[in-house]
Every structure is written in C-alpha cells, then in structure tokens.
C-alpha cells in the first residue's frame, strides 16, 4: 500500500480553486471525513476534495487530474464497508452529494433517472404519490451512485433483483475526462458490450458514474410480513429453499440467529423467541398475500417452525422490519465498545446450512462473539464479528476467522461477496474466487480503460 | 468486408487432421453449411470446421489459431439472424453442437450446468420430472452458448428476464487459448468485474462459451391464457402499460397485429379476429392466475378490448401459443417466395405505440407487406419485411425502411436490437445508438482482450 503523496500540484489545486471556489477544499477535516467509510481501515485522507454539481464538472476534474496523473476517488455518502474510498495514492475527492437532483420519473415507462447523488430514500421519497417505488435497499441510506458502483442490493433482491439487474444505462467519467453514455432506456437490448454491467460493480476503477436510470416497480397492492421461529438453521434453510422451489414469489426473507434475536429483542424492546427466525414479506393482491402467507406457514409447520404469525397490519410490519433494519445497531450493543468486522459470503442456497454449521464450530474455536443476519434467499449471511477494538488478539482471530469464512463460502462455489464490494478488504480473494485467466482478463479491461491507474487506485484488483 | 482467404495454414490443417480425424472437415458443403444463418447474408464460408466435444478441445483449437493468426467463429444451431456465423476473414469454425451434455441440475438451488450445444428445449426436456424449468425462448431452439453470445431472449422475458439475468456464471476460452472461468454458483456477487456480462451479447468477439449455469425456475402450479382484440395498436398497448403498472405478474404479454393474424388464421387454421391482438400468459396459483385474468379482462374492456377469451386448459393453451410461435412461417406464407428481413427494435413502452404508428406510415410509404408481431411488454417489436429475394428495388426500400425504423427507436430512447443482436447487420448503428465515446470503450476492450482480432473478426463492431 503506498502512502499517500500528500502534494497536489500547485497548478492543479489553483486551476480548482479558481473555477470551484468554496467547493474546493484541502481542509484536513474535510480531507479526513472523505477518507474513509464505515468499515475498520485506519482513513487515508485525500489531498483536496472537490464537490461536484454536474457531469460536466466531474468530466473537468478528471481531465483535470488525467493531465497530471493524479488519482480520483467519487464520493457518495461515505456508507462502504471495503475501504473503497480511502486515497491510498493520495489525489483528489469528487464528491458527488450535491448532484442529488431526480432528472425524471417516468411512470408509465416504470423507470426514473438520477444524478449519482440522490440516495435510496431520497428517490423513495420523490416517488411518493406515483404508486411506485425503487426496491433496492442496502443497510445504509447510500446514494445511488455508491450502489451502482458497489453492485448493492439488501432485503427485498430475491424477488426484486441486485443494482445489476435494475440499472437501465448510465452516464460515466471515463479516466481521460470523456464523458461516455451507457445502455438506453430500452428495457433489453443486445446492442453490443455491456458497457452497463461493466460499471456496475467497478468501484469507480473503471469510470464514474454521474448518472443512472434505474427501473421502477408499482407499489404492491397488499403487503403482509410473516415471522417464524425455528429450532435450527437447517430447518429454517429447508423452510426457504422448499417455499422457493414452490414458486411463492416472496418480496424479502430474512434471517436471523438466536444471537441476533437476542440483540433486536433488547433494542427494539420485542419478546420474540430467541431462536433461529425467519422474517418473510409478501408483495401482491390481497388475496395473494394471504395465499402465499398460507402457503408459507404450511411449509414451516412441516420444518417444526414454531410462533408462526402473520400480519398485514402496517403498523406491525414497520415495526417488525425496523427492528430488521436495526439489527447491526442493535448487535453492536451486544458488546459495548466493539466494532463490527462484518462479513458479507454468499452462497448456493443448498449450501447455505452446511456454511452456517461449519462457520458456528469455527466460530466457538476462535471465541468470537458474532451474530448472524442473512438475507437467506440469495444465500447471503453477514456476520458481526465483534471484536474490542483495543484487544489485538481478538481482531487477530476475527481476521483468521473471516479469511477461513471467505474460502468455506468459495469451495462451496460462493463468493467472498454478496453484496458490499471487495475495496481493500477482499482484493486478496480475488484469485481464489476467480482464478488467474479471469484476474487478468479484469488487469486488461483496468489497462484498456485506466492504463495510468488513475481512477480509484487500489481498489478491486490486487497488486 | 474483406474475402476469406481460403488458404488454411498446412501446418495447422496438418495438426488438426491428426488429433480430430473426421471431426475435422474442410469439405465445401460441410464449410458453406457453417458460413450462413438464418439472416438474408449471403453464405462466406470459413476455411475448415472442427467439431468439439469438449472445453478442453475448443482451447486447443483456439490456440493453434492464436498460434497462426487464423480467425476462429463458434458455431452452435445456426438459427442468429444478423449474419453472426459468416466467416468474414476465413479462418476455422468450431462447431459446439456436439458440447451437448447437461453436466449437473441442481433442482434445491434452482440452477443447471451445460455445455454451450445443449438447446433450449433440450434443456427442457432433462427437467422433465424435476417440476423445474427454462424460460428464456427466442423463436428458434437455439443452443444455450448462442443465446448467450447473443443475450437472446423471447416471449417470457417481461416476467422471467433475459439471458443477461439468467446466467450465474461460465467457461469460455479466451483469444489465446486460456480457459476462464466468470461467475459463480452464488445468486448474486459484488466480487470484482462482470466478466460474465461482458460476454453475454460479446457474439464471440471476445471468447468462446463452452459451459453455462443458468437459473432455473419452478414449474407454476397453474398457466392460463388469454387473447384480446383491440380496435387499435394504441388500445392494446394502453392495455399493457396498465396491466405492468398495477403490478400483475404477467409471463408473456404478445402483440399481433392484423396482418399477422390474417397469416396465422391461415397457417394454423384459427378464426381470430383480424385486428390488433394481445396474447397473455399468467403464472401462479390457479386463484392467482383467475384473479389476474380477471384484472386484465377490465383494463383490456376499459381500452375497448373485444371478444377477450381465457382459458386454462393445456390443449387451448397450447394451440394459442403454438400459432403464436408458428407466426414467422405463417407470415412467410403471406407472400409466397418471399424471404423476410426482420426488424428488432425495442422502445420505451410508452413511446412503442407511437413508434408503431409512425412505422406504419412509413410503411405504407415504402410500399411494403410487413406484419408485426412483438414482446410488447418490452417494447421490442418485430416487422417481416416481406420481399422477393429477386426483387431489387423491393430489397432496396426493405433495407431503407430499416434504417429508418432503427434511427426512429434510437431518437425514442431504444434500441436498433431488443434480442438479434449485432452481427454484420446493425455494425452501422452502434456509434449513433451508443456515440463515439461508447464505441471507443468497446473498441480498447475489444484490443485488449482479442488484440490480433481473431475472435469472429467483422462482427457488431464497426471497422
């Protein structure tokens, strides 16, 4: 890792100064608050951070900076969990909150496009009264920008899809300054590459992303929320994988170990029983609802499912899937003072139960305390693994643990992430997880499209 | 378009001869067999074609080209439509039609493992009996590894996706022999580039498929169907936009136009009403599939809709679907020796009755026979252009209406190809739908993974 140069040439930082004015800083606060994200990395301030308003600008920057080889690093709302927006090399900060204007919503068209900033909630939030909403929804309240770079997705993917299937085309900075359109608003096209899926999930290495069009979908109708206790994993799992294989078109299963339960039982002030537990939100007609509710109730009676109770009340679906959403608050609590080193494998769903099993025994070797939350339909499954931030033996044995975790979920054909990006943390399992000709078909691509390693370096590929 | 060479390097003949005996062929039927597709192209046969049974085979092929600069094309059924398979620069043929094992059906994780020959309805019948299928079905029974190379899709796509969303991973060789390996069995993964993306629609341009796993679904408990006529395109596709916005579930959502329906009324010996026509298919539970019937028969009324007709038993359903699927020969039989250069736009849906109407007139213009048929819940939609193959200046007013048809989608925001692909055909479109700074893109990873352009040279690029 190289430290960071900490000099910006001075041509560089007056030509910002003179068209950015107040929206450009190398104040070290500001520099420092842009220098990392919510994972455990130590931050690495940029040099200056620069706060954008418009494609245009970020194209300025990045011509700007291509012409003096000078790193740039986009920044959304600072929610990453890899270490994606620390400046190793130094360099400039494009900050991109302030393009948080919602360009257009089209609803007949069910899609909306957005500057990069505008966050989740924030599209959420303009789509009310069009009977429409955009269903990704990863823990934090990220931008869409962020989302699209880290390929997120969160609760509601099994039936609704990732950030790869729900972007219709971009507009991007690419590391020269030019400024390129991706995809149409076409719902499918297989007009050439798919420049779209390529920076989806490229952490700002490859371009940045300043604009995107996403899909929409009509607001369920009739939404209803089940919960379901278990007395294992596996009995959980098997309930999943057979209300799947039936074809119940669940909007969001979720589950949660005992541990968790005890965690959001204490934050939340619930008495749920303190066992294995499955969340489950159904999406459709009323009618519908109540059929798939049923339908799921069966299948968990047959796994020993216990407290099965449904709702279709709002009140106690809010108040059941806010305790959900707090659940890594709420697991914090378990150990006051600790952070969380949170894994994020991702599984066949087949596996799913043997994972868990074999990740609990090492769990009980290593004397980690870590609960478990997992969006169970896609076969991912964080664990907060807590750890004294003082006691170095302990963040030792969480880091073991979390290097054995990744390489359990890779021979059981899974990956070392589902859903939060590889950043600094998982550049080393990139090999494993794809093997040397697809490492450096990746090398190629980054040269092709970055040859001076400008754009976000040292992220996604390892050295 | 340069000519093929037609000298083979005897070294290489030499080579191949010894280690595939028969399965090596430069035989001129054998050769003109593999230069064409079902497009309108005239045949450019490759210089020899080798059958492959295995991954393994397809490197070594690859290499011994790579190793004499000699162009190597995929081949799979022979059924893309944009000149996919014509062997531009001469070189060798892979045929992969033999790569037609399916190597593992995991019905608990809703997935499948082939080998790129394996067809669609092949695939089909090795789920038989596992309650699983599928969906994705383009007009043809094409070969997995070309829907792939293509990013087909077909009639389900508005519900189940295309083949962008419905590959987990694959094997492909890359231009220099190496095998790689993109993907996981993980249903979802943020763990570096989308290399698999990048080679769905690549139409072997970048590496050469030989192994697939797809995503698989549950059989529905129950299917109907229903048809509705419309006294206008514009009511029908009303009708669409509606039902996808109050979130039914839909599976297929077709449209006919009255032309077309005159074709199959005569082909498959039906009495539908020549006008307009929307065929639906719903999924679910057999409540859930009658509500939803039920649903669409009030918008379709509410848009004017006439003689609605639903039907859940198998043999009605079957006989509806099966002219649906009959509706290419069907409207060949419209003018009789004629061959049909078909169109493959795709819209925003809101502008697709416009598109339509505005391509009307422009058709009755060009004095031109072309019935309409469309996965209109995507705004993709087919015209036939019907023209005697001796015909000049017929030819001449089909390729210029098709031009105009593909600027009128680009300037609506679509797509010059919803599911062809590229091929020879739309090279010329790919800089007005994407720009300059798209193609470049494409382009530097073109060089950067395939920089001798050996990997089916000519092809969605323009020179």
Redesign the interface.
């Known amino acids: 890792m190289n430290a960071p140069t900490g000099r910006l040439p001075t041509a560089l930082g007056t030509e910002f100064e003179k068209y950015f004015g107040q929206r450009f800083s190398t104040a070290a606060a500001v520099c420092l608050h842009h220098g990392k994200d919510e994972s455990c990395y130590a931050p690495v301030p940029p040099d200056a951070v620069v706060f954008a308003q418009s494609t245009e600008e970020v194209a300025m920057v990045v011509r700007l900076c291509h012409a003096h080889k000078v790193p740039v690093i986009a920044y959304g709302t600072g929610t990453s969990l890899e270490g994606h927006l620390h400046a190793l090399r130094g360099g400039i900060c494009v900050d991109l909150s302030g393009m948080n204007r919602v360009v257009a919503v089209?609803?007949?068209?069910?899609?909306a496009t957005v500057q990069a900033g505008v966050t989740r909630k924030a599209l959420n939030g303009a789509l009310r009264d069009t009977?429409l909403f955009f269903p990704i929804d990863p823990g934090a309240d990220a931008s869409l920008g962020g989302m699209a770079a880290?390929?997120?997705?969160g609760t509601n993917?099994v039936r609704y899809?990732?950030m790869?299937?729900n972007v219709l085309g971009m507009t991007a900075v690419?590391a020269d300054g030019?400024?390129?359109?991706?995809g149409?608003?076409?719902?499918?096209?297989?007009?050439?590459?798919?420049?779209t899926?390529?920076l989806?999930?490229?952490e700002g290495t490859?371009g940045i992303i300043t604009e995107l069009t996403v899909r929409l979908?009509?607001?369920?109708?009739a939404i209803s929320s089940a919960v379901c206790a278990f007395p294992t994993v596996g009995a959980a799992v098997d309930t999943v994988?057979q209300t799947?294989?039936?074809?119940v078109?669940v909007a969001r299963i979720e589950l949660l170990d005992a541990l968790a339960l005890t965690a959001i039982n204490r934050h939340s002030k619930l008495a749920l029983r303190e066992a294995p537990t499955l969340f489950f939100e159904f999406?459709?007609?009323p009618?519908?609802v109540e059929?798939q509710a049923k339908t799921v109730q069966d299948i968990a009676a047959a796994n020993h499912g216990m407290d099965f109770e449904w709702t279709a009340r709002p009140e106690d679906r809010t108040r059941l899937w806010q305790a959900r959403h707090d659940a890594y608050y709420a697991c914090l609590g378990l150990k006051p003072g600790a952070r969380s080193l949170t894994t994020?494998v991702?599984?066949?769903?087949?596996r799913l139960a043997d994972c868990i099993a074999e990740t609990y025994a090492d769990l009980e070797a290593s004397r980690l305390t870590a609960p478990l939350v997992g969006h169970v339909g896609?076969?991912?499954f964080h664990l907060l693994l807590l750890a004294d931030p003082d006691d170095r033996d302990e963040n030792e044995r969480a880091r073991d643990f979390s290097n054995r975790l990744v390489e359990r979920?890779?021979r059981m054909?899974?990956?070392?992430?589902?859903?939060?990006?590889?950043g600094i943390g998982?550049r080393k399992?990139?090999a494993i997880?794809?093997?040397d000709?697809?490492l450096?078909?990746?090398r190629?691509?980054?040269?092709?499209?970055d040859p001076d390693d400008l754009l976000n370096p040292g992220k996604?590929?390892p050295d």
């Open positions: 089209r609803a007949e068209d069910l899609d009977g880290t390929r997120a997705s993917a899809g990732t790869r299937e690419l030019r400024i390129v359109k991706t149409s608003r076409a719902r499918k096209s297989s007009a050439g590459y798919d420049l899926r390529l989806i999930g490229s490859l979908y009509p607001l369920p109708e994988i799947i294989q039936l074809g078109p999406h459709g007609s009618a519908g059929e994020d991702c599984v066949p769903i087949s896609d076969g991912n979920a890779i054909e899974g990956t070392c992430t589902g859903e939060h990006g590889v998982k399992y990139l997880e794809h093997g000709a697809a450096d078909v990746m190629a691509i980054k040269r092709a499209l996604i590929l």
